[in-house]
C-alpha cells in the first residue's frame, strides 16, 4: 500500500508535508518507509502512526524542504506500508 503527495517548492521558501498509507481493513501493518522524489527533500520521521497511546494500521511519514535547498520544483514524499492478513 502507497500513498503520495506532491508539493510545489519555492525558493527561499521552507515546505513541510506528509503522507499516511493506510492498510486496508482485514489487514495488520508489520512495516513501512519513505522516499522523496528529489534531493531537495528530507524525511524528518517515517514510522506507525501514533496518536493519543494508540498505535494504528497506517505509515506515517513527513520530509521538510528547506529555504536553503528549494530549488522550485515539484517535490514528491511516497509513504509505502507492509501488510498482511489480520492475525
Not at 534531493?39 to 506515517?60: C, F
Amino acid at each position: 500500500m502507497t500513498a503520495s503527495e506532491t508539493l510545489g517548492t519555492q525558493p527561499g521558501v521552507t515546505t513541510q508535508f506528509d503522507a499516511d498509507a493506510r492498510c486496508p481493513a482485514g489487514k495488520t501493518l508489520i512495516g513501512g518507509g519513505a522516499s522523496t522524489s528529489s534531493q531537495e527533500a528530507y524525511i524528518t520521521t517515517s514510522s506507525p502512526l501514533v496518536l493519543g497511546g494508540t498505535t494504528y494500521d497506517t505509515w506515517d511519514a513527513h520530509a521538510v524542504v528547506r529555504a536553503d535547498t528549494a530549488q522550485g520544483d515539484d517535490v514528491t514524499l511516497i509513504s509505502f506500508a507492509y501488510r498482511v492478513n489480520a492475525f
